[in-house]
């Protein structure tokens, strides 16, 4: 995982981001203002780069909290979150959010491509965190892309499905316009038996 954390770092650096158009994608916009919408609750964007979509989670009722681990996006998400009320962005490791000042239960986790991007040893920790800040009814809402690449980046819907099987379960998917493969994919907690 180091040499992805290493080129995002390098890429906000140079301010090479294709990732973070500072748009909230319109299917988000959907799960948010369309006619099946969401009620605000509390949200937790993972890996919330800029915090674009924290902004737009606050500014439609949601109490927002983004966690990313590069500080150079931490620092700009915190220049955009402020003065709006209910939105913080905290950094850290979204693998390790037993570690970060969060107190669940969530109503939304936002994943635009973070889980996608993390080494396969770590997704498990990634999801026992999310887990472990939801509750049943909890609506998670992932995009990513097939596997690519070498070392590859990505997954699939049935790795998703099976990465976050019991606690998640899908209700829904959309298919990506690009790259090919990518989806959007609806899961809702469930109550796990003791």
């Known amino acids: 995982m180091r040499w992805r954390w290493l080129g995002y770092r390098?890429?906000?650096?140079?301010?090479?981001?294709?990732?973070?158009?500072?748009?909230?994608?319109?299917?988000?916009?959907?799960?948010?203002?369309?006619?099946?919408?969401?009620?605000?609750?509390?949200?937790?964007?993972?890996?919330?780069?800029?915090?674009?979509?924290?902004?737009?989670?606050?500014?439609?009722?949601?109490?927002?909290?983004?966690?990313?681990?590069?500080?150079?996006?931490?620092?700009?998400?915190?220049?955009?979150?402020?003065?709006?009320?209910?939105?913080?962005?905290?950094?850290?490791?979204?693998?390790?959010?037993?570690?970060?000042?969060?107190?669940?239960?969530?109503?939304?986790?936002?994943?635009?491509?973070?889980?996608?991007?993390?080494e396969r040893s770590r997704r498990d920790a990634y999801v026992s965190g999310a887990a472990s800040l939801s509750r049943p009814g909890t609506t998670m809402f992932v995009f990513a892309f097939g596997p690519r690449g070498l070392p590859p980046v990505g997954l699939t819907g049935s790795e998703l499905a099976r990465r976050l099987d019991p606690w998640f379960q899908p209700v829904g998917r959309i298919a990506g316009r690009e790259p090919p493969g990518a989806a959007w994919y609806r899961l809702e907690r469930t109550e796990v038996p003791a």
């Open 10 to 118: 390098l890429m906000y650096r140079r301010g090479r981001t294709p990732w973070d158009t500072g748009i909230t994608p319109p299917e988000v916009v959907d799960l948010i203002e369309g006619p099946d919408a969401l009620t605000p609750g509390r949200a937790l964007d993972m890996g919330c780069g800029t915090g674009t979509n924290v902004r737009y989670l606050a500014e439609h009722g949601w109490e927002a909290t983004g966690v990313d681990a590069e500080p150079r996006a931490v620092d700009a998400a915190e220049r955009k979150l402020a003065g709006v009320d209910g939105a913080r962005v905290l950094r850290g490791d979204v693998t390790r959010l037993d570690s970060l000042d969060l107190a669940g239960p969530f109503d939304l986790i936002l994943d635009i491509g973070c889980l996608h991007s993390i």
